[in-house]
Structures are given as C-alpha cells and as structure tokens.
C-alpha cells in the first residue's frame, strides 16, 4: 500500500514537472513563429509592451472590464510621444480591442491582484485535476493556459464555460463514495437548475433586442436615416456597452442634423473602443456645429495614436482649410503629411482625396 502511494507521488510529481516543461517549449515556440511573421509579431510586441507599462500605471485596481481599448489608446499615444518609440513601432501601430494576451488583459483591467487570483485558479485546478488523475481535464486547462498567452479566448463566454466545466472535473474525486455523490446529485441538480432559470429570465430579452437591433441595421443601411434614429434611441439603455451599435446611433444623428446627440453617443463609444472611425465621426459632428477647437483636438489625439494614419491629415487638412477656421500653415504641414503617406498604388478613393487636397492648394484664395 505505500509503495502505491509512492508510485502515485512520483507519477503527480512527473506529471507536473513534463507539464511545466511543455508549457514553457510550446510557449517558446509560437513566441518565436510570431515573430518571425515581420509585421504580425512586431505588432503584437509593441502591444504586449505598451500593455504592460499600462499596467503599471493601475497596479492594484485597474481599469475595470472593458476599459482595456480606451487605456492602451492613451498608452500608445504617450509611448509615441517619446524618444523611445521607433519608425517601425508606428508603422505596425493599430488601436485593438484586445490585448492578444489573457494574462496581461487580466492584469490591465483587474489589477495585479485580480491577475494573481486568475493565475491561482489555473494552478489549484490544474493541481488537484493531477492529483486526482484526471489528466483530460488538466491537459484542457493547460491547452486553454497556452492558448491564452497568444490570443483572447477568455473574450468569449464559451470558454469561460468550458474553464468552469474542466475546473469542476479537476477538483471531483472519483475515488470518493459513489453513495454519497448520489445524494448529493438531487441537491446539486436543484440548485444548477434554479440559476439555469435566474440567468435565462434575465437574459430573455437579449434575443429580442438584438432582433431589433438587425432591422435597424438594415434600414441603417439604406441610409433610412430619419426613420432609423428614433428607434436607436430606444435601445441605447440595453445596447449603450457596444461600440458598433453606438457608432450606428450616433451617424443616424449626424445624418439628420441632432449633432449634439451624436456627440454624446461618440463620447461613450470612445469609452469603451479606440477605433479611429470614431474619432473622425465625432470631429465631423464637431465640425458641423462650428467646434473647430474640439475637431481638431479629436483628430490630434488620432494622429498621436496613430502617427503613421495618412486619413487622419487628410480630415486635418481639410478642417485647416475650412474658410471659418482657416490655418495656412497648419494646412500645408497637414497636407505634406497626407500626400507623403500616399501609396504607389492607389485607387479611386485614395485619387480622389489627393485631387481634392491639390485643388485647395491651387486655390490662390486660400488663406487671404
């Protein structure tokens, strides 16, 4: 009998030590085939690195879920603003939703603390899944722990679900009394079956809210403008946490004159993403109501963001050539930049929006 324990021992500490030491080579090895990819891995370095200085700036309480976009925006701009930052790193720079890293998301947006109890229960399951010899489950934890340092799976409730599910198989002991587990399954069933039913009412009208929310989209779409705001407005309580649904509200707004409105839409959309089209959405609705200094101060933030975003200058350009807020100077720097950004190869849209940075040029009126 304790030679079996020994052996048992043994194999639970075998078992651990090969897991850590695959962890680690796996690890390595889609670490060194991401960067061999140039531009892939060069992108997901600058993001790991302009992550983890955001995470020093909120060690302990972070960000909260889902401040991650709106952080490393901030982060990205102050990095660029330095010495530090190279050519490359802004050539390869995007704005992403995600930090293509769980633990360092974790970290940024629950603090350290949150991280460590993260870690915690990646290493108490994975230890009692080897103890109890429920090696299927503990190797899913593993794949799912490696799958993590590259991706964001824990981004979609599915694996949370799965992690949950692989957790429980960890942590049950198939060694212990099958009498007794029988009498536990009624209580245990009563109980998921009661939260079964909390969840499913108060998610019951999530099916009919994204319903509605496709057929605005449709009428989005065919630019139906004016008939598309009014019902926007009446989901924005239940959908006010997505980006996209708040871009669509807001350009409904914008298209039909309620400026101020859409602005307010952009301002929390802008809490919760980075995307530059938001930028460019909210200067243009600025504009539109003759706040040339906030424009401009929108379009700014976009090109410390993203230096090397020709559009940016382009929208830039244009507002410094608006005869209400005319800046000849700001506009041939604006209008250098754009034209130096420019591809060989162009297509209509990008010939068109040189054709028009040329004609203002041209203009001999500009900047009497």
Known sequence: METDERNHTAHIKLFAISSIILF??????????????????????LIWNITTQAIMEHPITGTGIGGF?????????????TDIASSKEKQTAICPRYAYNE???IGLELGITGLLLF?????????????????????????????????????LPTYWVLLLFLTVICVTNPRHDKQRIQRSIPYISAIAA?????????????????????????LYHNQAYEQAASRYAGLFVRLYHRPDFL????????KTGQHDIAIKWLDRALKLSANPKLYYAIAENEEAIKQYRKAESHLLEVSRILPEHGYT?????????????????KFHEAAKRF????????????????????QIIRNRDFGK
């Open 24 to 45: 680690v080579i796996v690890a390595a090895i889609i670490l060194a085939g991401n960067i061999q990819k140039a531009q892939a891995g060069d992108r997901r370095l």
């Open 247 to 254: 871009y669509e509200g807001a350009e409904c707004f914008c």
């Open 119 to 155: 870690i915690f229960w990646l290493a108490f399951s994975l230890y009692y899944g080897i103890k109890h010899r429920q090696i299927g489950a503990s190797g899913g934890i593993l794949a799912l722990g490696i799958f993590a340092l590259y991706s964001y799976p824990l981004q």
């Open 313 to 329: 200058y382009f929208l830039l350009a244009k507002l410094y050539a608006d005869p209400s807020f005319s800046h000849p100077d």
């Open 339 to 358: 034209l130096a950004f420019l591809p060989s190869t162009q297509n209509n849209i990008t010939k068109e929006m040189k054709e028009e940075i040329l």
């Open 103 to 105: 633990y360092l998301q």
């Open 69 to 81: 976009p709106a952080t490393y925006a901030k982060e990205q701009s102050a990095y660029f603003g």
């Open 194 to 218: 009661v939260l079964t039913c909390i969840l499913f009412y108060g998610q019951k009208d999530i099916y009919y809210t994204y319903k509605e929310w496709k057929t605005l989209q449709k």
